[in-house]
């Protein structure tokens, strides 16, 4: 190598050092906002695996569907897709740090063709001269490199910048999971709630029936007016309306079962004809501290990826500033036949630096750019993060008051049943009127339906619980970055 050249490298190398540019430094959970402590009653235990929270609720089919839809969901292969995309722009970007190398080859044939020679080939390689002037054969050969250094860590801070997008992708890939599971579960709950309230709604239709029977005969037997005959009526006929609505909803929620794990909408309906009671989830969950949110949602992990992107793209925007340096280089060789290719050997070597001297303010406003869109991203990592803390208080809050609202209506539902006894016993025997039965039966139903809906509302806290926690992913189901590139003189 020349002596110019090997200074030239050396003096690149040295350079390269010279990174410009913010170093990216994560955020101190307090400077985040992120207390100590829960403000609402919590388990404060240590966090608990939340990997395969469905499988806590003891339902085969719940767990089956679940898993189904991880793999197959339109919008869990369409975040593998962007998956994929952001792991090609990494490979690309890493590209840009080695040289570029291109090879050429050629040969041409010259006819003389005073005197109106000619010549030609046989199929077998043989060249005929019929006559003429004579030709000769040219081959040429060319090898060009080209290599762009960062002298101030532009080339480094692009590859930073696109690899923090690729682990950005990465947790986005693992948040779609989670709202998906979450989803399902909270539908699969939905469609149990609904199976209970129509047996419950049927269950005091027949009794409604049987109060009609009794009030036609008190009516015929001349003991009451035609009054409690249509009440009775009406009272069945009202009872009798709700089931269609329900029905409705007990549709809506199968369907988008279907949906969710990438079937036809009526796929799922006759695996949930069987009657299920509502899934219950483990009495206890331990949520760990606050803090455990800025490594447990992919969410968040994915909002503070993106921060990190943004702080690396304000050192490309910062190194646009000062001088560019680009080297390049090639060899040819040219001969008359094969054999003679490496006779004479022809190279040459160019380095060349450039700076931009004026441009109207432009690059210093790309830098003002990328600056705002860090503080942007900051501000958007710091609200990711406090609506996690919102969502996991919200939902201890949601299920605490749900299973206090169970032992309540659980309370109710006995004494509601009591009454109905009492008072369709006291009708039969003429000790008490129809309206008097008819508030039992109504606030019976009442009750059943209050005892669903509070146990309903449990389990959908518990569901709500895991994904604010961020259960539902782990570190497995993110594909792992490509292999990192060669160290040269400009990424070290």
């Known amino acids: 190598m020349k002596p110019r050249a090997r200074v030239l490298l050396l003096a690149s190398a040295a350079l390269s050092g010279c990174t410009v540019g913010p170093d990216y430094h994560p955020a101190a959970p307090r400077t985040l906002g992120v207390p100590d402590t829960w403000s609402v009653p919590a388990v404060n235990a240590q966090a608990q695996d939340l990997g395969r929270w469905w499988r806590s609720f003891n339902d085969p089919l719940l767990a089956e569907l679940v898993e189904q839809a991880v793999v197959a969901n339109t919008d869990v292969v369409q975040a593998v897709a962007r998956l994929r995309q952001a792991r090609e722009s990494l490979v ?4 840009s740090l080695l040289p570029t190398v291109s090879g050429s080859t050629g040969y041409q044939r010259n006819e003389n063709l005073r005197g109106g020679g000619r010549s030609f080939t046989l199929p077998d390689g043989t060249v005929v001269d019929t006559g003429g002037g004579g030709g000769s054969n040219s081959y040429t050969v060319g090898l060009s490199a080209s290599y762009q250094l960062g002298l101030f860590g532009e080339l480094r801070r692009t590859v930073e910048a696109t690899r923090a997008t690729y ?3 990465g947790f986005t890939y693992a948040a779609t999971l989670l709202t998906v599971e979450s989803e399902l579960a909270r539908n699969y709950v939905l469609a149990r709630a609904y199976q209970a309230q129509l047996a419950n709604a049927r269950a005091s239709l027949a009794l ?7 009030a036609g005969f008190r009516v015929r037997a001349g003991l009451v007016s035609s009054l409690d005959a249509e009440q009775a009526r009406g009272q069945r006929a009202q009872t009798a309306a709700t089931i269609p609505t329900i029905e409705q909803q007990y549709n809506a929620a199968v369907s988008r079962l279907g949906v969710l794990t ?5 796929a799922l309906k006759a695996r949930l004809e069987v009657v299920r009671p509502i899934p219950q989830g483990p009495a206890v969950i331990g949520v760990g501290i606050p803090a455990d949110i800025l490594r447990r949602r992919p969410d968040v992990r994915a909002a503070e990826r993106n921060l990190a992107a943004a702080t690396a793209r304000i050192g490309v925007a910062q190194a646009a500033l000062y001088p560019a340096l680009a080297m390049s280089g090639n060899i040819n060789t040219a001969a008359t036949s094969l054999g003679s290719l490496g006779d004479a050997i022809t190279g040459s070597l160019f380095a060349g630096l450039t700076q931009a001297i004026f441009n109207g303010g432009r690059l210093r406003s790309q830098v003002r750019n ?11 990592y710091q609200g990711t993060v406090l609506t996690a803390l919102e969502d996991v208080e919200n939902a201890i809050v949601a299920l605490n008051t749900a299973r206090e609202r169970e032992r309540q209506f659980a309370i109710q539902l006995d004494a509601a049943r009591n009454s109905a006894l009492l008072a369709r016993s006291q009708y039969r025997s003429g000790l008490t009127d129809f ?6 039966e109504a606030a019976l139903l009442s009750a059943e339906n209050g005892l669903v809906q509070a146990r309903s509302d449990a389990a959908t806290a518990q569901v709500s619980l895991f994904a604010a926690l961020g259960g539902g992913w782990d570190a497995n189901t993110i ?3 490509p292999p990192r590139a060669p160290q040269t003189p400009d990424n070290r």
């Open 435 to 440: 309206t008097t039965l008819s508030q039992q």
């Open 167 to 169: 682990e950005g992708a």
């Open 479 to 481: 594909p792992e970055a």
């Open 208 to 214: 409604q029936d049987d109060n009609l029977e009794i």
């Open 92 to 95: 690309q970007s890493r590209s």
């Open 370 to 380: 990328a600056q705002a869109l860090a503080e942007q991203n900051y501000a958007a």
């Open 262 to 266: 990438a079937q036809a909408p009526g």
